[in-house]
């Protein structure tokens, strides 16, 4: 397959210290601030979040969604977070939810 591009998700936030504060403890780091937006990354993957209303989804595909699902745990608090599951679609994924209330998709595949 060829890699043509990327799709990077904005998702609405109320508060962008506690959008950092959440994703810093899973290891992605600030890429860009203003009064109204932020940019995270960790390795290949990026998140942009901007202050607003609402609630929005991610689907984000990483190597170890176990590892991954370790640190979100390890937050506490957490008001929403699935188990890792194989899913028949060959993938291994969980769901968890931020501060803002955004939902994030996390999946390896299968091995």
Do not use: C
Not at 64 to 92: C, M, N, Y
């Amino acid at each position: 397959m060829v890699h043509t591009g990327e799709a990077v998700p904005i998702l609405p936030v109320r508060d962008l210290d506690a959008t950092m504060a959440f994703y810093g403890a899973v290891g992605f780091t600030e890429n860009y601030r203003d009064e109204g937006y932020l940019i995270l990354d960790r390795g290949t993957v990026q998140i942009h979040f901007t202050l607003a209303e609402g609630t929005g989804m991610a689907y984000l595909r990483v190597p170890d969604a176990d590892g991954f699902h370790s640190q979100f745990a390890a937050i506490g608090g957490v008001s929403r977070l699935d188990p890792v599951e194989d899913k028949p679609w060959g993938l291994r994924e969980f769901a968890v939810a931020d501060p803002s209330g955004n939902l994030l998709r996390v999946s390896q595949f299968a091995h």
